[in-house]
């Protein structure tokens, strides 16, 4: 899944091992209940539990009231969420709290963690 809305949103998923991955880029504007953020709403809705890794917000002159929201969460499908033992999982979570306080825009993460991960087990 990829959602995009220029200064308002930015959204896409990682699959890897049995686990979604989920960013979230967004304008503090942008509220959970909004249409532009229902794609998104409706993943986390459907998980059973949401791990999140990361979730803060920045400045950003570029994102509506220019600040945006950053979140990086693991969605889980099975009753009970899976503890990630898999390395490339492990490595993303690892990845995903570095950046905790030093968030760059949404896009050049996506490249970033994929660059760094395994990508024959990366489905886009």
């Not at 950053?70 to 969605?75: G, P």
């Not at 499908?77 to 760059?104: E, H, K, M, R, W």
């Amino acid at each position: 899944m990829r959602a995009e809305e220029p200064c308002i949103l930015f959204a896409e998923t990682i699959h890897l091992a049995g686990l979604t991955g989920l960013l979230v880029y967004r304008s503090t504007w942008l509220r959970d209940t909004d249409r532009l953020y229902e794609v998104v709403a409706d993943l986390v809705c459907r998980s059973t539990a949401v791990q999140v890794i990361v979730k803060e917000t920045i400045e950003d002159p570029e994102m509506i009231f220019g600040q945006a929201e950053v979140m990086f969460a693991l969605l889980h499908s099975s009753p009970q969420p899976i503890d990630p033992t898999d390395p490339s999982v492990c490595a993303l979570i690892d990845l995903a709290a570095s950046f905790a306080g030093n968030v760059s825009h949404p896009l050049k993460v996506v490249d970033d963690l994929i660059s760094r991960l395994d990508l024959n087990r990366i489905e886009r």
